[in-house]
């Protein structure tokens, strides 16, 4: 069973969606279903969310064969084969298409209230549902989106039969996570299929619109769950202050601090997205700034991997004191210049480190300090990162901790292809969830 239930689901797609990153999206769910599974994708890509409200136009004697579509502001999508061939009057079109409008409009005053439309005017739109079969009202949907300016129209599904997206593919750019045959139906994939109500759409969208979107989640789980902290904080290493973002869930397996490389912040959208893969897996994450906006400006401090190191061991100094963390084993991630830090801080004496994996880092910046490493080391690098991969190789024939190499192929350095950042995740989350194991159990 792929997937738990629609939110589930949703995280999955945003997962192969990482690739529009960065870009002008807009993330449209088709209601009523495809909200729950819409608010994860937008919440992953930092998107605003929208329903996209869109109304077949039926042959009047055959409804179910569709002659068209209507969206909102007034679009309308005709197809002339067929309404040629069904010989339907100007009278008959327009009597169908009256009716439909009406129930359009109905349908979005009700899930969207007062809040204007997003405009998708030279935007990417993201059209999602909870899964196609036939794929009609997705396929109008994605015309609609075009119709109404989008430049780029991206239709996201968790699930659909392997002919209908290969049909999809031909004139659409189409995204799905699991296409099984024989595929039967939507809801045999799910765990959990419960219809969605329109007060659940509407309580996604006025969620959507808060600006606390990025901290919230909307699995049953996570509301009966939330996190125990979840929060920007202040560091202080004695001479610095530097920012981070914390967040702890109530039943922590471990703690992973980021690392960020050269040139990046805590606000790292690629960061981020691991950092949330994590949490929903069960760890929690402190994302924070080797340096200051200041010290940023002498780009030799981005290569002083032992100022970096030291600023490393200070903020786990300060997350083991915290008093939800005690006890809680902590492990690293490190980025770029960021691995090559977190590798000379977990070469420490004192260390108490108990995984480190580094994602396209720069491992070979840790030096001689590579030998005396002793937390289990995971070196992710992008299969056509090539530079970058030498360096991991050399600077893994040096380890003389339990190590592995991982190469996501067709990755490059900022693993900016599609699904190569969640493949790297997954190797991540894998890896540290296996080793950050409280004394209790890593004694069983």
């Known amino acids: 069973m792929p997937f738990v239930d629609r939110p589930d689901a949703g995280r999955q797609l945003a997962a192969r ?39 077949k136009l039926g042959v009047p004697f055959q409804p179910e064969l569709g002659m068209g579509a209507i969206g909102e502001g007034g679009v309308r999508v005709i197809n002339d084969t067929v309404v040629r061939m069904a010989q339907v009057t100007p009278q008959q079109f327009a009597a169908v298409e009256e009716r439909e409008r009406a129930e359009l409009d109905r349908r979005a005053r009700r899930f969207r209230g007062e809040r204007p439309r997003q405009p998708l005017e030279g935007r990417t739109a ?75 759409v509407v309580a996604l969208l006025q969620r959507a619109a808060e600006p606390a979107l990025s901290t919230m989640a909307t699995s049953d789980a996570a509301a009966d769950d939330p996190p ?31 690392a960020h490389g050269s040139g990046s912040s805590r606000h790292s959208p690629r960061n981020r997205f691991v950092a949330d893969v994590l949490n929903q897996a069960g760890l929690g994450t402190l994302l924070f700034d080797l340096l200051t906006p200041a010290e940023e400006l002498d780009r030799a401090n981005v290569f002083d991997i032992e100022l970096l190191a030291a600023r490393l061991a200070d903020v786990t100094r300060w997350l083991q004191a915290q008093p939800e963390a005690e006890g809680v084993p902590i492990g690293y991630f490190g980025a770029s210049t960021g691995a090559g830090a977190a590798l000379w801080a977990a070469a420490e004496p004192d260390t108490t480190v108990a995984a480190v994996v580094s994602r396209g880092g720069r491992p070979d910046l840790a030096g001689p300090r590579l030998a ?73």
């Open 17 to 55: 969606l990482m690739y529009l990153s960065g870009e002008d999206v807009v993330v449209l769910g088709l209601p009523r279903g495809g909200v729950p599974v819409a608010f994860e994708v937008a919440r992953a890509l930092h998107a605003p969310l929208d329903v996209i409200v869109v109304r």
């Open 228 to 258: 125990v902290r979840d929060e920007e904080v202040q560091v202080s290493d004695g001479v610095a202050r530097l920012g981070g973002h914390l967040t702890l869930p109530e039943q922590m397996t471990g703690i992973v601090v980021f």
């Open 372 to 444: 005396q490493v002793r937390a289990p080391t995971l070196l992710i690098v992008g299969g056509l990162d090539h530079a970058v991969l030498e360096l991991n190789r050399d600077a893994q024939a040096q380890l003389r901790c339990e190590n592995r190499l991982a190469v996501v192929p067709g990755a490059t350095h900022l693993f900016e292809e599609r699904g190569t950042l969640a493949a790297a995740a997954q190797l991540a989350g894998d890896w540290l969830l296996s080793h950050l194991l409280p004394t209790s159990q890593a004694a069983r």
């Open 126 to 200: 993201v059209v999602v549902d909870d899964g196609i079969a036939t794929g009609s009202t997705a396929r109008a949907a994605c015309l609609v989106a075009r119709a109404q300016g989008a430049a780029r129209v991206v239709l996201a599904v968790p699930v659909a039969p392997a002919s209908t997206i290969a049909e999809f593919s031909r004139d659409i750019e189409t995204v799905c996570v699991e296409t099984p045959e024989p595929f039967f139906a939507i809801g045999l994939w799910y765990r959990n299929f419960a219809q969605t109500s329109d007060e659940e």
